[in-house]
């Protein structure tokens, strides 16, 4: 076990629909990323955000947004899903120890099924 | 933009055996390189991470290596064990960027 949850962990929507999946970061943790991994592929870096603000941004589509509350806890909404949305989507968490360097603890995933 | 290639897809060794997995990175700036191992159905879990300022780390069965010169960085098993079978993960960033790339894994499978 990481100390990094995330909810819900399983998805079932329709398209055109909008979810929000939640993450929780370690305890003392005030860095938190965002991946998408679709089936057999890689991680795809969406979002980053250290305590409250967002840092950095990959390859995050429009319909997707991300926030971080003053708890520490972030959501990450996907909204107008597509098929291609369905994916398993990864929140991580990091001390943040050299200027974003250092190690990412990963939460279990939430699997998101767009049928 | 930023990439990282990463070689094999898919890497079958007897156990035993040693395995290698290759990245190279496109972005010269680059100077922290993680590697994830994620089994199936896990999440990824950190097993080695070099800095730019080494050439070389071990940590028991694994070492990773890095060619700055060459943009490369390279993963290493030995004596491989059946438990090592998992896909694995190079990726690449920059201080101060805060952005992560990944490659798009390696699955390796350790035969007994």
């Known amino acids: 076990d990481s100390g990094v949850t995330q909810t819900p962990k399983h998805l079932i929507t329709a398209t055109g629909q909008r979810v929000t999946l939640r993450c929780s970061p370690r305890?003392?943790?005030?860095?938190v990323y965002w991946y998408q991994q679709s089936l057999d592929q890689g991680l795809q870096f969406l979002i980053q955000?250290?305590?409250?603000?967002?840092?950095a941004k990959g390859n995050i589509l429009e319909r997707f947004s991300a926030q971080q509350f003053p708890d520490l806890h972030s959501e990450l909404n996907l909204s107008s899903l597509e098929l291609g949305d369905s994916a398993l989507y990864f929140c991580?968490?990091?001390?943040?120890?050299?200027?974003?360097?250092?190690?990412?603890?990963f939460g279990p995933g939430t699997r998101l099924t767009v049928l | 933009g930023e990439n990282v290639e990463q070689h094999p897809s898919t890497l079958s060794v007897q156990e035993g055996d040693s395995a290698v997995i290759k990245c190279t990175y496109s972005?010269?700036?680059?100077?922290?390189f993680p590697w994830y191992k994620q089994e199936l159905g896990k999440r990824p879990q950190l097993i080695i991470d070099?800095?730019?300022?080494?050439g070389e780390k071990k940590d028991q069965r694994i070492a990773v290596t890095l060619n700055k010169t060459a943009k490369h960085f390279s993963l290493h098993i030995t004596e491989t064990q059946p438990e090592d079978s998992a896909v694995y993960f190079c990726?690449?960033?920059?201080?101060?960027?805060?952005?992560?790339?990944f490659g798009t894994g390696t699955r390796l499978k350790v035969l007994a």
């Open positions: 305890s003392g943790d005030l860095s």
């Open positions: 955000y250290y305590n409250g603000e967002e840092r």
């Open positions: 990726a690449a960033t920059t201080s101060g960027t805060y952005k992560y790339i």
């Open positions: 972005d010269s700036a680059s100077n922290y």
């Open positions: 070099i800095r730019s300022n080494v």
């Open positions: 991580a968490s990091s001390q943040e120890q050299i200027r974003g360097q250092g190690e990412q603890f």
